[in-house]
């Protein structure tokens, strides 16, 4: 990760395990150990425990965004329910069936880990999202609205002393909250659950990146996994297997985190359940209070690298996180705070913002992934999903709308750096817009339709 300093990393211990050595056969390989690839072998090892499950890892387990992400375990899904409606085969009821999938998934992140001894730092403190100018407010009580127009309606509309009942920001007109979201520690979650599933007798080979992926084998420079399923897991990282260099875009967001704060602080800054915490401006936001008495905040604002490039070096972008500094400094009337860490990574965007999951029969090829930055709990519901369909299970959850589902691919560069770098850019200008007209911004509504609204 380059210069970069990861709070996550920096706050838990890792175990190195050793790469690939030689051909090997397997019942299910999976490429990746991130949440997802992990959650799918937690799942199959307990299902089945004469399963022999393969995991390879190109880095060390959690090295992409399940161990730099904001620590949101939310029920956020990375299109609208109206969106998923729309999709071949849906419905609303399916769209609404989703959410509630996504809702009771937050509970089973914390039952899972709480039952195999995962001290992740796991509390449902539920999000609070702050509206700070007219603009913003007109937004929220919108979404509130067609919350409940699509039920289940467990978005609400809080008032300014309500907020300030949970939280005191600067400029505050009011805010939505759900109560379905609970913080978490990325690090010690992912960590913790690569320990659980070697316990369950899945081997995870790090330092082995895959190059193919084909029916029956992943591919690696140190020999291949021979296996009926092959699971693709890999998210922003998926450009680089052979074939898929269009598949998902890598976006990057970026995040730093203050120091220990005071009890003198925190009485006046509130968040004592520690919800998860953001605003209504277009360019997201995302912060939360840590177990251990920090703020950790991020955002977007990073470019988008040409031909999908990944490097350590773009985890840090001074400007960025300089900007993320005087955000969190401005939204809490923080004058004398110090940060101590700062980093990122990229994320994978489909071509249209909708995550998915699904097994090729034919082939045995399985993947999931595509989740915007929504992933912390939505590789949980793909885990159990990848499960009960590579296990040939007829379940509810092998009948939700985004199982199947199949993005086109982004176009061809420089097409694809010039659309999302200009989306991205899009989005900092709604904001500049609205602070100009005090209205809502032409730009934002010109792009909802190509960010999942």
Known sequence: MGCALNLWSTTTS????????????ADVAIVGAGYTGLWTAYYLAKADPSLRIVVLEAHTAGFGASGRNGGWCSALFPVSSRRLASLPGSSREAAIEL???????VNEVGLVTAAEGIDCDYHKGGTIVLARTPVQLARARAEVAAAHEWGPGDLRFL???????QVRATKVLGATFTPHCAAIHPGKLVRG????VERLGVTIHEHTPVHTIEPGRAITSYGGVRADVVVRATEGFTPGLAGESRAVAPV??????TEPLDAAVWERIGLADRPTFGDHRHLII??????????????RGAPYHFRSRIKPSYDEIPRVFKGLQATLRELFDLTEVQFTHAWGGPLGIPRDWCASVGLDRGSGLAWAGGYVGDGVSTTNLAGRTLTDLILGRDTGLVRLPWVGHRSRQWEAEPLRWLGINAGLRGMTLADMEERVTRRESRIARLMAPLVGH
């Open 193 to 196: 659950l690569a320990a659980v």
């Open 14 to 25: 890792a175990t190195e395990r050793p790469g690939l050595a030689g051909d090997r056969d």
């Open 286 to 299: 995302y912060g939360q209070r840590t177990a251990d008495g920090r703020l950790a905040f991020g955002g």
């Open 252 to 257: 990057y967001s970026l995040m730093v985190a």
């Open 159 to 165: 008032e300014p002393d309500e907020v300030a009942a």
């Open 99 to 105: 959410h509630r999938a996504m809702q009771a998934t």
